[in-house]
């Protein structure tokens, strides 16, 4: 399946994209902003084949020569099987191009190549479509490399950007992009995708779908063998913390490092076993760790308020710090013994 | 899929096709190329998105099809294949056996369906022109090359055909902002067409083309959609347009108040040459100071030293000094064929126009330095 039906949720996303199609106004450049893997790039990826079906369409052909940019048609449910879609789907399409970061960021060499490229005009597309990643990963030299195509944008060319957080990507260049923002997917929803596009069993479906903050791509990496054995561990060590002396947390520090992919669900898990401790304080009783509850509560009792605070800005800070290309040894050691 | 076919012709064209398939882009099937079989020939294609090749040649068809092979290795194969007929044969899952009997190569193609077909060329209008003439053209313009801005009138070459005084005339420019180069020609018939009034082609795929082109033989030129296609009997070349245009350069060719000095082309390339050998990165210019029938021509370059030579010329006037960058005028004399050229000097600030004595079809502008 393809095209914006193959989307589970954002509807008002899709709605959004739905209405400039049909009121055939395309905007320079798009940026989609949202946590990540709640479907971004799918649904930009399908915002070009929409553009660009080639079945049946009202344009000749390929529509090399049909109309400038201002009455492009486009179409929300594009077919999936003409050759335009099957190759955008596959990402063979000359036309449309996808900018991921290499390695942890996006360099300038890259939107050279970019420019490079749309320098040319469109090799068959109606509607050229530039898709750029976790933009938020671009350097600021991309970045103002990349501010040039926004300004002067080529004719028949669209620009999708997206990123996590938007106050990470330069402002310049937010301000010339229409931001449509996703929303993180319902627990149902999850579970609906896990089951059905990835054949996972509904109850652990169920599980990672409450505990994966909405995005299907974390989903997907819990639903690696071995994490929920490594998060029952983790939990149990949250649930003993206050007994543990520094050696022992310098030694679960060294023990997160060494797996780097689940280190950021490692520091969320602090923080939200933190947070459970502060909405006990308060006695509220929406916890993130229910099961937990009573020894959250128990736990709650031998701290201040402001020590938890103080925690959760320590972990913060790391996180900060570990975006800034800290040494991550030093850090977490650091955080291990801060964290009491 | 099965055919046999002439060794000569499958090692040209896989020649022809190396450069655009060992170019890097996106998409791993530009390195492969598409051997289509269709009644009594096969049509080979190569496309890497921004210079495509389709040629077709003779071939022994025992069944049709489609294969999409590596072309490096279809080449390396083939070139060094001691039987003059060669039999392809598709066994199955994109499987390729290429020989049989003594010598034998079994090749694991790609999908033809991923491969990006050309663009169509059938419903081009299709001028006519000689290739001799179009390369000698391509020659002069590409001199120059790509400039490092990134404009798209530094990276292409610019083609012009136009109608004058009931003539049609072709016409090519180049520019990396610090000279341009014009090269025109007349075409010996008129092409009732409306005129090409300017499209940037990427100036590596006209390197590419006239890799490909066969000299003597006339070559159809067309220009459609947002390709340019050159086709010289069973073989096309597509490369795709740039965006963007030619900027307006009629004012910095047009300078009524230049001093016309007349030099012999090949001294003054000697000469220039001489003057270079002191020059580096750092020194580059020349300075050329006119004054009572005199050129004198000097290089400084205060870590090797200076040199200086003295020509007659025919100038009268007060005494003009203007620098160059010596490379760009050897460049620029290089591709003139009269024995005299014209310099067409204004003032130390204007652009110098070189153009030999009688042939008019090509010109060449370059920016003064700064002295």
Redesign the interface.
């Known amino acids: 399946m393809s095209g914006f039906a193959s989307i589970i949720g954002q509807l008002h996303a899709i709605g959004a994209l739905t209405r400039l199609i049909d009121n055939h106004r395309i905007p320079n450049a798009l940026l989609f902003t949202g946590i990540r893997g709640i479907g971004k790039r799918t649904t930009a990826v399908a915002f070009a084949s929409a553009y660009n079906c080639v079945s049946d369409t009202q344009s000749p052909s390929s529509g090399n020569n049909g109309p400038s940019t201002a009455c492009i048609d486009g179409r929300a449910t594009p077919c999936g099987s003409c050759s335009s879609c099957k190759k955008i789907e596959n990402g063979q399409h000359p036309d449309v191009i996808l900018i991921r970061p290499e390695k942890s960021e996006i360099v300038i060499d890259q939107i050279r190549r970019l420019l490079q490229i749309l320098a040319m005009k469109p090799y068959e597309a109606r509607l050229r479509v530039a898709i750029v990643t976790q933009a938020d990963q671009m350097n600021s030299f991309a970045g103002n490399a990349l501010l040039k195509i926004l300004e002067e944008p080529p004719d028949k060319t669209l620009l999708i950007l997206t990123a996590e957080q938007p106050s990470n990507l330069l402002p310049t260049i937010v301000s010339r992009c229409q931001q449509l923002r996703f929303r993180p997917l319902s627990r149902s929803e999850i579970a609906d995708i896990l089951t059905r596009q990835h054949g996972i069993h509904a109850n652990q479906a169920a599980t990672i779908a409450s505990l994966c903050g909405g995005s299907v791509g974390k989903a997907l990496e819990m639903n690696d063998p071995g994490w929920l054995e490594w998060r029952d561990w983790m939990l149990d060590t949250l649930c003993c913390w206050d007994r543990l002396t520094v050696n022992v947390r310098l030694g679960i520090g060294e023990k997160l490092l060494a797996s780097p992919t689940k280190l950021d669900q490692a520091l969320d898990m602090l923080a939200y076993w933190r947070r459970d401790m502060l909405m006990a304080k308060f006695g509220k009783t929406t916890f993130i760790y229910p099961d937990k509850v009573n020894l959250i509560i128990q736990a709650a009792t031998r701290y201040t308020v402001s020590d938890l605070i103080a925690c959760l800005e320590e972990i913060h800070r790391m996180r900060h710090y570990l975006s800034a290309r800290g040494n991550p040894k030093l850090l977490m050691d650091n955080l291990m013994l801060k964290l009491a | 899929m099965k055919f046999t076919v002439k060794k000569q012709d499958v090692v040209d064209a896989l020649s022809k096709i190396q450069g655009i398939c060992s170019k890097k882009t996106?998409?791993v099937?530009t390195t492969c190329v598409l051997i289509r079989v269709e009644k009594d020939r096969i049509y080979i294609t190569a496309n890497d998105?921004?210079t495509g090749f389709e040629g077709y040649y003779p071939a022994d068809v025992e069944s049709e099809g489609v294969i999409a092979i590596n072309a490096r290795k279809l080449y390396e194969i083939v070139k060094d294949f001691p039987v003059d007929e060669i039999l392809v044969t598709e066994v199955e899952n994109f499987w390729i056996e290429i020989g049989r009997g003594n010598i034998q190569f079994n090749m694991v193609g790609m999908n033809p369906d991923?491969f990006?077909n050309l663009?169509?060329v059938e419903n081009a209008s299709f001028f006519t022109m000689d290739s001799s003439l179009l390369k000698k053209m391509i020659e002069r313009t590409q001199i120059i090359s790509a400039g490092d801005d990134?404009k798209?009138h530094t990276?292409g070459i610019c083609l012009q055909r136009v109608t004058v005084d009931e003539k049609t005339v072709v016409r090519m420019l180049s520019t990396d902002g610090n000279r341009l180069s014009k090269a025109e020609c007349v075409l010996s018939e008129k092409v009732n067409m409306d005129d090409i009034s300017g499209i940037l082609i990427?100036k590596k795929g006209i390197g590419e083309m006239t890799r490909i082109l066969i000299p003597g033989k006339p070559i159809d030129i067309a220009i459609e959609?947002?390709n340019a296609f050159f086709r010289q009997e069973n073989e096309t070349t597509v490369i795709?347009?740039?965006?963007?245009a030619f900027p307006e350069y009629s004012d910095y060719i047009t300078w009524p108040d230049a001093r016309k000095i007349r030099v012999n082309t090949k001294a003054c390339t000697a000469m220039l040459k001489r003057m270079s050998i002191l020059s580096s990165d750092d020194y580059k210019a020349v300075v050329f100071t006119l004054f009572e029938d005199k050129m004198t021509i000097r290089s400084t370059n205060p870590e090797l030293g200076e040199s200086r030579e003295e020509v007659q010329i025919d100038y009268q006037g007060d005494s003009l000094e203007v620098a160059f960058n010596p490379r760009y005028m050897i460049e620029a004399l290089g591709l003139i064929e009269d024995e005299y050229t014209i310099l067409h000097i204004t003032s130390g600030q204007t652009p110098c126009l070189i153009e030999g004595e009688t042939d008019k079809s090509y010109l060449n502008v370059i920016m003064p330095m700064r002295i």
């Not at chain 2, 795709?240 to 963007?244: A, P």
């Open positions: 996106s998409s099937i998105f921004e991923d990006t663009p169509c990134k798209p990276q990427l959609n947002n795709r347009l740039l965006e963007g």
